[in-house]
């Protein structure tokens, strides 16, 4: 992870492509993000526990590094717009850069 103990402000997460403050530093989130990036992995914690800012410290950590694009996938329409919404504050990459793809949106377009 890019986040380094030595930071201004120990409770946040510090990286480049991250909203400043804006993510809590948590160990749990981190080390099993850093399991993420170095294998497949499937992450399971009950609701509120942080799997979306787990994704988040993974992408944010691949696009710094290779850059190209992230498909970020969701069972349903509301937590499609949900994850959306949460990279758009928490990223700092412009918003056009997000995408939002539900069956509504028809083929051709």
Known sequence: ???????A???YVDHPLLTPEFVE???????????AREAHTLVCLPTGLGKTTVSLLV????LQEVGGTVLFLAPTKPLVQQHADFYSEALSIPDDEITVFTGEV????
């Open 106 to 109: 028809r083929p051709d377009d």
């Open 1 to 7: 992870m890019a986040a380094s103990d030595g930071d």
């Open 59 to 62: 992408t944010a950590d691949r």
């Open 9 to 11: 402000d120990p409770d």
């Open 25 to 35: 530093r948590r160990r749990y989130q981190r080390e099993l993000a850093t399991t």
